[in-house]
Each structure stands twice: as C-alpha cells, then as structure tokens.
C-alpha cells in the first residue's frame, strides 16, 4: 500500500482534516522527544497554528533512538491523528519540518543556533531532566557529567539546549524560548533553574546570560493517548486508503495550559488554542485534585468492585455517582478560583471523558505508584478540609479503598505496583484495616504522620477501608 504524502491527498477521502500545505513547512521549533503524546498533542496546536501563520514548523530531535523521526520522515513528516471519542475523527498532522537522530547532533546544533527557531519545545520524561528529588540539576547524575566534560556532543536534553543557548550567545543572537511539556510540577522554573545551573558549572558568563534573557514559561498539558499499535494503523489505513505507520490516537479533549509571559511565542502559541495564564499552578492543582484525585478513585474502588477500565468503572451507577459527589462536594470547595476555569465545568469534562468509551484507559495501569500518588491526589483535599476542622467523608471513603486493594492483593498474594510495593504488602498482610491504616501511617507511606493525632478522620478511613475490604459498599461509599 501507498504510504501516507503530500502526493497523496487527492486519494484521502474529503472527509479527513489535513494542512492547507502542499510541502513541509518552514521550520521556526525544535522539539526534543517526538513521541506519541507531542505528535497528538503539541504538534496538532502548531498544524493549527500553521494553517495561518508559516514559519513554525517542528524539527523533531529523537536523542535516543531514530525510530519516530524515520517513519515521520519517510511519509514527508505527515501522519494520522486519530480522535477515539463516541464519534471518532482523523486528522492529518503536517506541523514537521526537519528530522533529526541520534546521529544528527551536528545538525540539530545548527538548528538551535539559527535565528528562525524561536521556541524549544521538550517532552522527555520527568526523569529525562536530570533532576534532583527537591527539583535541582543533578550534577552528578552520568548524562549531565558527561555533557559539562563534553559540551559539543551532550546526551542530555538539558545539555542540548546549553549548547544552542551557548551558540545563540556567541554569535550575538537572540536566545530562544524554553518550554517544558512535561507534567513536573512548576516545570517552568525547574528547568530554567537547572539550565542556569549547568551554566554555572560550564561557562559562568552564560548562566548570567540565561539568568538575564531566557525565558521558560511553565507548562500544563492534558490529553490522554493511548499508545499505537497494529490495530490503529490497520484502522487508519481503511480509513485513509494509505499506509500511515507513524499514526497516533488520542482522546478529543486536549488541554495546553502556558504561563503568559507576554511575548510572540506565547502569543502565537494562544492563537493556536492553547491557554494564557498568570496562573499555571492553579491548573495543575484542579487537575490533580480533581482529575488525577478521582481517577486514583476509580482505580482502587472499581478493581475491588470487579471493573478494569475507568469507562467499565464508570458504568456503575453507584461508582460514578461517588465520584460526582466527591468532585462537587470535597474536591471543588478547596480550589481557589482561577480565572479562565470554571471548575464545575471542568468538573463536568472530566466525567465525560471518563465515561468516553473508545478509550480504554487501564484502572491497573493507575492504580501503579499509589504510596507516591495518593498524598497529592487525595491527601492534600483532606488536609485543606481539617485544618478547616471539616471531615470530607467522600475523600476519607476514597482512602479507605487504597487500604482496601492494598489488603486484598497482600492477601492473595498479588504483586503491588509501587516503588513501596513488598513493604506496602507487609504491612497490609494481616489485621484489620484500623491496624493496617496504624502501620502505614507509622511507615509514612500514603499518610502524613498528622493522621496519627487525627483520630476522627483515621477512624473514618479504617471504617471505610474495613467496609470495602468486606464488601460492603453501602458503608464504604456512605459518603
């Protein structure tokens, strides 16, 4: 089959979105990882933006491996979005201009020092900055030692970009705009600390220089996408009559909160969708509180209820109707407001993509990681109730369920998915959940050591996880 050109739109039925291009454009961000959530989500913003305003195409830089920007290049840098919603949607994404691997370092130097490319652009993992657990530069960590030994051929993402600041700064030209599109909270200024950092250990002029004129503004992104597979090219193929083998899918709501630091890359940035705010921070608590808060819930209440998906979880009458009333009643009353985002109807998109069945979003998969997930996602809602001198009875039920799937696989023996996971397993292998919840407490895994003087609301967690682990859902969602 014909692979996926611009030489084959005429064949593409008309019912397929695609650029307005006939040639790749030119080329004005460089984006270091160009994996599957930065083609469905960051390069479908710039597509967007494209269509009006040339000049702002992507050079996709693959530090680790040149799978992706092989496939992007063979197809002329197009590919398939596909929108998996109730009714599904394709799209074809042309907002990619330059290729680059890991053998291309010559190149992509070139790039980041040419006065076109006015943004940087990064999706590496929260792990892929090098950071330290309190949110520094890690100078000891072996890419960063390598890249200050090394500077003219670094391996880090951080490194990469101290090399096109320090090209930039040479040749008298302007810096570029950093941004991090990683969900790493206060991303912004974390990466523009470590970058000034790195500067300092490498060239002190530099970190001066970057200290005074680079901006990083911070970063919110949201859109869940499922990872490509067999199935999805099999079904973009039938859709578009070519072969497409860089396709990715994703959900339809997508979600590009950007600090507004008032220049022309935010600017362009907004007139492609995305969202302007003073207050990024706001965002990201909304979203973990109400997002991240329920989807924890779903996971370890809807496994225990026999669910394995969160569409499957919300198809429980009872279940989501816990959620929604958990939202409403314990989540929103602790957000301050945010001007731009109405929280009820943030509220109200959230459970519609939750109960989107065409995405098929693992309760396993979630419930992963709890003992570090759970004190932001639900403790921090419980805390701002207390020191209110409020029991928030849908949050503390929620926290029971952790302690309940927590017993229940200990129990039967099953693996927990969790940094703490052979620990978590000791201590909920036997006692009930009032001991369970002591020891946990005891350990600091999940809790804060406050619950242990708090003993109203850790007498309502243990009832609640002691009623799940039974059975008895019309206790445990008394809430």
Known sequence: MTRLGYGTFDTVPAQVARPNRTAPPTTGIVHFGPGAFHRAHQAAYIDTLLDGEPGWGIAAVSLRSAGTVAALAEQQGLYTLAVRDIAPAYRIIGAHSRFLGPDDAEQTLALLADPAVRLVTTTVTEKGYCLTADGTLDLSHPDIVHDLAAPAVPRSVIGWIIAGLAARQTAG?????????????????????????????????????????????????????????????????????????????????????IED???????????????????????????????????????????????????????????????????????????????????????????????????????????????????????????????????????????????????????????????????????????????????????????????????EAAQSIALAAQAAFDGDWATALSG
């Open 261 to 455: 630091l008032y220049d022309p890359v935010c600017a362009a940035l907004g007139r492609a969708g995305a969202t302007l705010t003073d207050n990024v921070a706001g965002y990201e608590q909304a979203k973990l509180r109400i997002l991240n808060g329920s989807h924890s819930t779903l996971a370890y209440a809807g496994l225990l209820r026999g669910h394995s998906s969160v569409a499957d979880a919300m198809g429980d009458a009872t279940l989501a109707g816990f959620i929604d009333a958990m939202i409403r009643d314990d989540i929103i009353p602790t957000l301050p407001p945010v001007t731009g985002l109405d929280l009820d109807s943030y509220r109200s998109a959230v459970l519609a993509r939750f109960r989107n069945p065409a995405i098929v979003h693992r309760l396993e998969q979630i419930a992963a990681d709890g003992s570090q997930k759970i004190p932001y996602r639900l403790g921090d809602t419980l805390a701002a109730h207390r020191a209110q001198g409020r029991l928030p009875r849908h949050v503390l039920a929620a926290l029971g369920c952790w302690i309940a799937f927590l017993m229940q696989r200990a129990r039967a023996g099953v693996p927990i998915l969790d940094p703490a996971g052979s620990v978590l397993a000791d201590l909920a292998a036997t006692g009930d959940a009032r001991a369970v919840l002591a020891r946990l407490i005891a350990a600091r895994l999940g809790f804060s050591g406050a619950l242990a003087e708090d003993s």
């Open 173 to 257: 030209i302007a810096p570029f705009v950093v941004m991090p599109c990683d969900n790493l909270a206060n991303n912004g200024a974390k990466v523009r600390t470590a970058l000034i950092g790195f500067a300092q250990a490498h060239a002190p002029d530099l970190a001066t220089w970057i200290a005074t004129h680079v901006r990083v503004p911070g970063t919110m992104v949201d859109s869940i996408t499922p990872a490509a597979d067999e199935a999805l090219y099999a079904d973009v193929a039938g859709v578009l009559g070519v072969e497409d083998r860089a396709a990715v899918q994703r959900e339809a709501f997508a979600q590009w909160v």
